[in-house]
C-alpha cells in the first residue's frame, strides 16, 4: 500500500513498521507495559512446567483460576459470581471481548459504543454481523459519555450498551453516578451490558470507577470481562476472563470451545499466581504509571497541546487540530524527525483525525527524551504551518 | 423481571446444534481417560528450561501476531521435511491451538466461498466452529469401510455440485484412516481442474508409520490448500494449546487480521517451548511410534480375541472401535472416558487413544 493512501490501522502499521527502522526510536503509542512480568508469577509458570503441564483444562478455565478471579471481582469490583458456572477464562482481554461480543449479537443488532472507543470493538462486531451505533465524547468534557445521548441512540434494533471505563483511547472514567444511569437506561429498555474492566486499578485523582454488574439489577445483564495483561504486565500470557449470570455465560463457554477450545495451562497457573500472590509489584507499576502521567500532561501543557485529563488508564489522547493537519501527517511527522511514535486518533476512529494517543508506558528516562523530542518537532510543524 | 432481550439471545445459541456440539478434552484428565485429544507425554528438560529462560528474559510482551519468526520457520522446515511441501515462513501463522486453528481457517477462508464441504463424519470441532457464524455445509458422505473418510467420489462429486472449497481430514481423528499418496493425487488432481481450495487437517499425520500423502504436497498447494495442526504434537504441549495454519500467501492477511482481533498473538511461553520442542521432536517421535506401534498392535489382537471389532486405521495414536451402546455403558461405568462417535457423527463407534491403559479398557469393553 502506498504511504499517501493508508489510513487507520493499515495507516498505524505502516508507521510501526517504520518505527522497527529506527535504532532509536521511542514508542509512546502502544498498549504494552514496559515493566516484565513480577518474577514471582514467572516462577510460578516455571513451577508449573514442572508439575502441571500435562493438566487438562476444560474450556472455561481451571477452577482454582476461575476461584482466585471470583474473589479478585468481588474485591476490586464488588461483583459476585459463582466460579463453577459464571467465569469463563479466555486468551487475553481481546478473546474476551470477542466472545462477547458474539454472546450477545446476531446480525442486524446495534451495539451503542460511546467514541472514541478501542478499535477491536468495531472488528468484532462486525464479525457478529452486528451493526455499532456511536455516542461521540468530547475532550472539553473530558470525553464523559453523556447518559442522555445513549437514550437518544436507542431504536428497536440495539441489544447491548458497551461501557470500557476506563476508556481506551479516551482514558475517561464513567462516574458511579452516570454508571448507574447508564444500567437504569439498560433496564428500562432491556438492553445487555458489555463492560470493559480492563484499567480498572489505574484511576487517577479523584475518579472512582465501578462495575456495572456491581449494581442492583447490574449482574444479570453485564458480560464483564478483565484481563492480567495491563495491570500485571502480563500481556505475552494471553490471560482474561470474563464474569457474567451463569445462563449467559453458559453461552460463552461454547463460544470459547469453539474458538479456541481452552486456554494454556501454563498462562493458567501464572494467572493463579498473581490473582493470589503478593501484590506490591502491582501497586509499584501503578504508583509509576501516576508518576508518568503527570510528566507527559505537564509536557502537553508546555507544547500548548489541548487534551482530556486522563482520569484513568493508560493512555493520553491529545487534541492536536491547532496544527491544522491530520493526525496521520503529525505522527509520521513525528516520526520522521524525531523518531517518535504517537498512535494517530485516526486508528482510533475516522472522526478523530484531530488526535493522537500517547501512553505513559515507557521508563521514565525515555518518556522525558521522547516528549522532548516531541516538542521539537511539534514547534517546527507549528513554524512551519 | 425477566429480560426478553436475553432469553431471545438464550433462544438463539440454544438452537445452534453445531455451536453446541461436543468439545473433547485436549489432554488425559485421570489415568483412565483415553477420550482426550492430545496425548500424555512427559515434557524434556529442555523445553522447560528454553521456555522458562525465555520468560526470564523479559519475553513476557505482546509478539507478533502470526508468531515469533524462529517458530514460523521451524514449523515451515519441519511440515516441508515430513511432507514434501514447500511453505516458507510467511505462509505460517501460530495458533492458540488446533481449535484457533479450525476456527480462523474455516471462517475467514470461507468469506470467500458461498459453501464448504464437510465430511459427515469429522471432528466435532469442526461443527463447533462452524456454528459461531452460519455458512451453509455440503455434506460429504463418507465410507465406513474406509474408516469414515469421504470417497475420493465423494469429493468429486461435491466439486462437480459447485463446492469450491472443502475441509479435510487426513488421519481421520476419529479412526486415524488416511488417504493413500495416490487418492490424495487423484483429490488434489480434483480440485485443481475445478480450481476449488481445501483447509486439510493433517495433524495425525506424524502418527502414521513412514508418513502419510499430504494435499500440501501436492503441485497445488502452494495456491489452493491450507494446512492445519498441532503445533508440535506428543511433546507434552497438548494443554499449552499451540497449533498452526500453513496457508497460501494470499490468505495469510485476512487471517491474520481475525488473529489480531481475537486473540492479539499466542502466549509466548507455548511459543518457546515448542520452538525448543521442534528441536526435539524428530527423536522423540521415532522413540514414540515404536511404543505406539507395540500397544496398537497388541490392542488389535486383544480386541480380536474378544470380538471387539476394530476399524481399521494408519494413525498408531488412536483406536477406533465398534461398541454398542450397552458397552460403551459397561466402560463409563469402569470409570473410563472415551471419544464417542456419535458426536464426530458416527454413532456406535468410540475412539480410544493408545497407550498401556487401553487394553484394561478393551478388557472392560467385551
Ligand atoms: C479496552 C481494552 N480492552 C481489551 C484489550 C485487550 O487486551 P489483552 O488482550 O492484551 O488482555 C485492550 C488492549 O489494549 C484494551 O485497551
Known amino acids: 500500500m502506498s504511504k499517501k493512501k493508508a489510513q487507520g490501522t493499515n495507516l498505524l502499521y505502516q508507521l510501526i513498521g517504520e518505527a522497527r527502522g529506527y535504532d532509536d526510536v521511542i514508542i509512546m503509542g502502544r498498549g504494552d507495559p514496559d515493566f516484565d512480568t513480577p518474577a514471582h508469577i514467572v516462577a510460578a509458570a516455571k513451577n508449573a512446567m514442572i508439575n502441571h503441564h500435562a493438566d487438562s483444562t476444560p474450556p472455561e478455565g481451571l477452577l482454582a483460576l476461575r476461584e482466585a478471579i471470583a474473589a479478585r471481582v468481588k ?140 449494581m442492583p439489577g447490574g449482574k444479570e445483564r453485564a458480560l464483564t470481562l478483565n484481563a492480567l495483561s495491563k495491570a500485571y504486565s502480563m500481556t505475552g500470557w494471553r490471560l482474561g476472563w470474563i464474569v457474567g449470570p451463569a445462563d449467559l455465560m453458559a453461552r460463552v463457554r461454547e463460544l470459547k470451545a469453539a474458538i479456541s477450545g481452552g486456554t494454556s495451562v501454563i498462562s493458567q497457573h501464572a494467572g493463579i499466581a498473581a490473582l493470589t500472590g503478593p501484590q506490591d509489584a502491582v501497586e509499584m507499576m501503578a504508583e509509576a504509571y501516576r508518576w508518568r502521567r503527570r510528566l507527559v500532561l505537564d509536557a502537553l501543557d508546555a507544547m500548548g497541546i489541548k487534551y482530556g485529563l486522563p482520569q484513568g488508564g493508560q493512555f493520553v489522547f491529545a487534541d492536536i487540530g491547532f496544527t491544522g493537519m491530520d493526525s496521520g501527517e503529525v505522527a509520521q511527522r513525528i516520526l520522521s524527525e524525531q523518531h517518535v511514535l504517537a498512535y494517530p486518533g485516526s486508528a482510533f476512529s475516522k472522526d478523530r483525525k484531530d488526535y493522537l494517543r500517547m501512553t505513559f508506558l515507557q521508563p521514565e528516562d525515555q518518556l522525558i527524551e521522547g516528549l522532548e523530542r516531541m516538542k521539537v518537532a511539534m514547534a517546527n510543524i507549528v513554524a512551519e504551518g | 423481571m425477566a429480560s426478553k432481550t436475553k432469553a431471545e439471545i438464550l433462544a438463539g445459541h440454544e438452537a445452534n446444534t453445531a455451536l453446541n456440539a461436543r468439545s473433547l478434552a485436549p489432554a488425559p484428565r485421570h489415568a483412565k481417560d483415553l477420550g482426550a485429544d492430545g496425548m500424555f507425554s512427559p515434557l524434556d528438560e529442555r523445553i522447560i528450561a528454553a521456555a522458562s529462560e525465555a520468560l526470564e528474559a523479559g519475553q513476557t510482551h505482546y509478539v507478533d501476531v502470526p508468531g515469533i519468526a524462529p517458530l514460523r520457520s521451524e514449523i515451515a522446515d519441519s511440515l516441508n521435511r515430513e511432507t514434501g511441501a514447500r511453505y516458507e515462513p510467511g505462509n505460517i501463522i501460530i495458533t492458540a491451538g488446533l481449535q484457533e486453528s479450525r476456527f480462523l481457517s474455516i471462517q475467514k477462508i470461507g468469506e470467500d466461498f458461498e459453501n ?46 459447485g463446492c469450491r472449497l472443502l475441509y479435510l481430514e487426513s488421519p481421520s481423528r476419529l479412526t486415524g484412516a488416511a488417504y493413500t499418496s495416490e487418492e490424495v493425487a487423484a483429490i488434489a488432481q480434483g480440485l485443481s481442474n475445478a480450481g476449488a481450495a481445501a483447509i486439510w487437517d493433517g495433524g495425525c499425520g506424524p502418527w502414521v508409520e513412514g508418513g502419510c500423502g499430504s494435499l500440501a504436497a501436492t503441485e497445488e498447494s502452494p495456491e489452493h490448500i491450507t494446512t492445519i495442526g498441532e503445533a508440535v504434537p506428543g511433546m507434552g504441549l497438548a494443554s499449552w494449546f499451540i497449533g498452526y495454519i500453513a496457508a497460501p500467501e494470499d490468505q495469510i492477511p485476512a487471517m491474520q487480521s481475525q488473529k489480531q482481533i481475537m486473540a492479539i498473538c499466542t502466549s509466548t511461553a507455548a511459543q518457546f517451548a515448542a520452538l525448543e520442542a521442534t528441536k526435539l521432536f524428530e527423536e522423540a517421535r521415532g522413540l514414540r511410534l515404536g511404543q505406539l506401534a507395540q500397544f496398537k498392535s497388541d490392542l488389535t489382537k486383544t480386541a480380536a480375541s474378544q470380538n471387539i471389532a476394530v476399524i481399521a486405521g494408519d494413525a498408531l495414536n488412536i483406536i477406533a472401535l465398534r461398541a454398542s451402546e450397552a458397552a460403551s455403558a459397561r466402560l463409563r461405568e469402569a470409570g473410563y472416558e472415551f471419544a464417542d462417535g456419535a458426536s464426530f457423527g458416527a454413532p456406535g463407534v468410540i475412539r480410544l487413544n493408545v497407550n498401556a491403559v487401553a487394553s484394561a479398557a478393551l478388557q472392560a469393553l467385551s
Open chain 2, 116 to 161: 464448504i464441504g464437510v465430511p459427515a463424519v469429522i471432528h466435532p470441532g469442526v461443527w463447533k466452529a462452524l456454528g459461531v457464524r452460519a455458512r451453509e455445509v455440503v455434506s460429504l458422505p463418507v465410507d465406513a469401510e474406509r474408516g469414515y473418510l469421504p470417497a475420493v467420489q465423494a469429493i468429486a462429486d461435491a466439486v462437480a455440485g
Open chain 1, 75 to 214: 474485591r476490586v469490583n464488588n461483583i459476585d459470581v459463582d466460579p463453577v458456572t459464571e467465569v469463563v477464562v479466555t486468551n487475553g482481554g481481546q478473546e474476551a471481548l470477542f466472545l462477547m461480543a458474539l454472546a450477545v449479537l446476531a446480525p442486524g443488532d446495534e451495539l451503542i459504543v460511546p467514541e472514541p472507543n478501542y478499535n477491536t470493538y468495531a472488528d468484532s462486531l462486525a464479525f457478529a454481523g452486528g451493526v455499532k451505533v456511536e455516542v461521540q465524547t468530547y475532550a472539553e468534557d473530558d470525553f464523559r459519555a453523556d447518559p442522555a445521548d445513549v437514550r437518544a441512540a436507542i431504536s428497536d434494533k440495539t441489544r447491548a450498551l458497551l461501557l470500557v471505563s476506563p476508556n481506551n483511547p479516551a482514558a475517561s472514567v464513567i462516574s458511579p453516578a452516570d454508571m448507574r444511569e447508564m444500567l437504569d437506561i439498560a433496564i428500562a429498555n432491556d438492553l445487555m451490558i458489555l463492560a470493559d474492566d480492563i484499567y480498572d486499578l489505574f484511576v487517577y485523582d479523584e475518579f472512582e470507577h465501578v462495575s456495572p454488574a456491581s
